[in-house]
């Protein structure tokens, strides 16, 4: 299988439409990630990533095949939290269950880290429940650091959240995997 991380071009356009219109994958993310998706939702996507600034920014599609079926992004934080990223993603659902994700979850940090010298942590905030996110997390070295309690409103109800986190210090182990190696 052919992984490949690159930056989203406007012919995409089909593949997010096709691949972003699921609910199994909205119910999982925050609300500006609609339900359904439409069109102009892709379109919207696939522009504002064309355009982020990548001092600030990284967005990536995931490339399986020749296809971009998913997307994962690194965002800097501002003000206090400015040497600390956010990482989110999601992945067609036809995808699912590969190592996909935990093998893209692990180049972008190293892109995160390579590219943005101040960086020392990147986090992600999964839904408690998100079981699948969790795991991939942790197979990627995240550590889990806590559970926020009733954080999320998602649809009227109250979920927990979970805080992971990598921190530049912890990822002497990625060394021997940095092109994507598949064995940790
Ligand atoms: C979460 C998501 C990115 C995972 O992508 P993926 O490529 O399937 O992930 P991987 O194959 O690398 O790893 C998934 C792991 O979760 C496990 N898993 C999946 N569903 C599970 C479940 N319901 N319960 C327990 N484990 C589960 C898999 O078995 C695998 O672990 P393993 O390798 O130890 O067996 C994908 O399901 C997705 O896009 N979900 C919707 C959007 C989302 O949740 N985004 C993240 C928001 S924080």
Known sequence: ?????RPWRREDVE???????????ARNLRDIFPHPYILTDAEG??????AADEEEQLFRAIEVDGRAVGSISLCLGSDVYRM????????????????????AVRRICWEGYD??????????QPFAHNTASRRVL??????LEGVMRESVCKRGR?????????????????????????TH
């Open 138 to 143: 942790e197979k990627a070295g995240f550590q």
């Open 84 to 103: 600390t990223a956010e990482l989110g993603y999601w992945l067609a659902e036809d995808y699912w269950g590969r190592g996909i994700m935990t093998r």
């Open 15 to 25: 593949d997010v439409l096709r691949y972003a219109n699921n609910d199994k994958i």
């Open 1 to 5: 299988m052919d992984l490949i991380l």
């Open 158 to 182: 109250v979920y927990d959240s979970c805080m992971y986190a990598l921190l530049m210090e912890d990822m002497d182990w990625y060394e021997r995997e940095r092109d994507g190696g598949e």
């Open 115 to 124: 590219r943005w010298e101040d960086l020392v942590r990147i986090y992600a």
């Open 45 to 50: 996507f696939i522009e504002s990533c064309i």
